[in-house]
């Protein structure tokens, strides 16, 4: 098992910026690749980005291209997502995964955070 948890969310006026977290422990989380996800009201969840083990692979959604940036820290088992030129429509619940295979589709990551709230205000 997998336990992620995600921090650095909160209320951020819209050009403002925020940098999510997500802390990996438990059984060794040596090799997944992660993903950001993100949920907003009356929405499905959709994939934001994704990186690989190696930091050699990165996947962006076009929306957030050029204004979110995903890096990872293995020794300290954390990724993060910098978000900066924040929108409104970027309001909602932000989740880490983790999964074997580098993917923007949500069934290939195994391990889920339980997500951290990004309110973008106008």
């Known amino acids: 098992q997998v336990q992620l948890v995600e921090s650095g969310g909160g209320l951020v006026q819209a050009g403002g910026s925020l940098r999510l977290s997500c802390a990996a422990s438990g059984r060794t989380s040596s090799g997944y690749a992660m993903g950001w996800f993100r949920q907003a009201p009356g929405k499905e969840r959709e994939f934001v980005t994704a990186?690989?083990?190696?930091?050699?692979?990165?996947y962006y959604t076009d929306s957030v291209k050029g204004r979110f940036t995903i890096s990872r820290d293995n020794a300290k088992n954390t990724v993060y997502l910098q978000m900066n030129s924040l929108k409104p429509e970027d309001t909602a619940v932000y989740y880490c995964a983790a999964g074997r295979l580098t993917s923007r589709q949500e069934g290939e990551y195994r391990y889920w955070g339980q997500g951290t709230q990004v309110t973008v205000s106008s």
């Open positions: 990186i690989s083990w190696t930091s050699s692979i990165t």
